[in-house]
């Protein structure tokens, strides 16, 4: 008799051969498992053996035991994995729609194909491949949105593929979107022309072409790159080709997403955004295709992540291949915030008002809509992929980073909430309704797996019982001391006067302001400062007294600190009291000073007091025709030891 529960806990039996191999953690959900059930996300099937005959056992029945244990502590239903699918793509290309309007949620995937050949667009229900059709470049993103209020209300499919969208309406082709034309290299254009007037020879074209390609800021056009990639012998079969045609300069889709256009509901329309090879941005409409508004960038975008609609205000956040992320409003055409980053962007999600970002240096960081830093988290192995982890029911938000040693750990801010062991390195995740499912989190393998999760419904996380975040110690109260009279009345006496101290304070404030302000115009004046003020003479000054007496040893450490000009003609003049010291010469002229390196100048100065006091000496580096010294130092000098002792 074989025995299992459903989501409704509804018994059902049915009768199944003695001996007959058990079915554990099976969901007869809508993915095509057996039975139909229906929805049956928690079911547990249980093969016993009838009285009369005894099953058959596996050998290996007490190892799976530790194994079950750990399944049904996992918040996690494992509903399929087929290491076989033969799916490679990245979380970008990824989608869940309901593309029919019945209810039934697909997912859309952008398939690079093995090896990069071979590009796909694959429509999956179930663990199954409902449609297939090939796509005429690589994919860069798949988006669905809505692009008209009107019944029924289905959404659309938008697949970015070198420099065209693709959109999709019932997994038929709708409408296809092509980016503006650059405007060629003007060079290179002359260069076709001449080709093609037979004025020079192919060698000669490709060394100016390459020429051009190393020092021109404006690139080359996809025809003079091809035409460098050719051998000597297929040359001039290219140029005779393609001489007569017309040099065009396309550029291509590194990243999109979509942004919504004026209502932030759910089911509200919304507007492409794309990130181009040209370090743009652009908004689409979402009826016309025309392009609403143009946004420049310092870099090329990767990542792209928005908030907010396009009509009333809205914020978008770029993750660039120099490194850093720039964050753009809509009355901005250019960032206006930037976060620099110490390694490359691997992922960009936004968790309510915070950006979480993932870079190479094996680390989460944590940022507000502004740029500042708010933590850092250290994984223990390289991020392959981000994407974000949305609990509606229970209103969660958490960023889920995939890494190389085959874990998926979910995050919110510093909190380690959960982590999933993969089978193998995952590339791409994508969380949400599949199917009838609300949450479920579909990953693909490096070798090409793909892996459907389902989130239990009883499932809680809970935040802080990661192994990360803040220490134990903060958790810990302080033992306050009680508040003594004395506090008492001094908390009295600040609320009655407290706009007088206030302003004791700041008159006090203004006047050492005041005071630092003269106290530095003073030292500039009179070039009491060990560094020069002027562009022309940009000198430092050192000095370093050695010895206990009744001898010391001065050395000063004068160094130009120019960049490329050399100093000369400099002089360096000691006033001391003679009644105290001595020093062998008073007055001495400075050698060539080289920029960068720092010239140790020597002396030695003799102590005539046997009663142990000290003076300052005052040293003075002048410059020959100038009354005004350059730089000047006041030395402390010490006790000589020596004649103390004697």
Known sequence: MLQGKNAGKERFSYLVPAGTIS??????????????????????????????KMAATSSSDS?????????????????????????????????????????????????LGPGGQQPRLKVLKGPAVLTESPLPALPASAATFLMEQHEPRT???????????????????????????????????DLWNQAKEDRID???????????????????????????????????AFVNQHKSKVIKRQTVITTMTTLKKNLADEDAV????????????????????????KMSLPSVPVFLEVSGQFDVEFRLTAACRN???????????????????????????????????????????????????????????????????????RGLQAVMAALANGEVRIYRDKALLNVIHAPDAVTSLCFGRYGREDNTLIMTTRGGGLVI???????????????????????????????????????????????????????????????????YVQALESSLSPMSTTAREPLKLHAVV?????????TLHLQNTSTARPVLGLQICFLYNEALYALPRAFFKVPLLVPGLSYPLETFVESLSSKGISDMIKVLVLREGQSAPLLSAHINMPVSEGLAAA
């Open 270 to 293: 919304s507007c492409l955004v794309l990130g181009t090879e040209n370090k743009e941005l652009l908004v689409l409409d979402p009826e016309a295709f025309t392009i609403l508004t």
């Open 155 to 189: 959404p659309a499919l938008a697949l970015a593929s070198g420099p065209c969208v693709y959109v999709y309406k019932n997994l038929r082709p709708y409408f296809k979107f092509s980016l503006p034309q650059l405007p060629p290299n003007p060079l290179e254009q």
């Open 202 to 236: 192919p060698l000669t074209l490709k060394e100016m072409l390459e020429g051009i390609r190393e020092k021109a800021e404006v690139p080359l056009s996809v025809q003079s790159l091809r035409f460098l990639q050719l051998e000597l012998s297929e040359m001039e």
């Open 453 to 519: 999760k389902i989130l239990k419904r009883t499932a809680v996380f809970v935040e802080g019982t990661g192994e990360m975040g803040p220490p134990l110690a903060q958790t810990t109260k302080l033992s306050v001391p009680r508040k003594t009279r004395l506090y008492v009345d001094q908390t009295l006496r600040e609320r009655e006067a407290g706009t007088a101290m206030h302003r004791t304070f700041q008159t006090d404030l203004y006047l050492l302001r005041l005071r630092a302000a003269r106290a």
């Open 23 to 52: 079915f554990r953690n099976v969901c007869f959900c809508s993915f095509g498992c057996p039975g139909t059930i229906g929805r049956c996300a928690t079911a547990e099937v249980v093969a016993k053996a009838t009285p009369g």
């Open 63 to 111: 190892d799976s035991g530790r194994a079950e244990s750990n399944e049904a502590n996992s918040k996690w239903l494992d509903a399929h994995y087929d290491p076989m699918a033969n799916i490679h793509t990245f979380s970008s290309c990824l989608a869940l729609a309901d593309l029919h309007g019945d209810g039934e949620y697909k997912l859309v995937v952008g398939d």
């Open 546 to 554: 050695q010895g206990l007496g009744p001898t010391f040893k001065l």
């Open 323 to 393: 490194g850093s992320i720039y964050i753009l409003r809509r009355d901005s055409k250019h960032p206006k915030y930037c976060i620099e980053l110490s390694a490359q962007p691997v992922g960009l999600v936004r968790v309510h008002k915070t950006l979480v970002v993932g870079s190479t240096q094996e680390s989460l960081h944590g940022f507000t809509h502004k740029g500042k830093k708010l933590w850092t988290v250290q994984m223990p192995a390289a991020i392959l992929t981000m994407n974000l982890l949305e609990q509606r029911s």
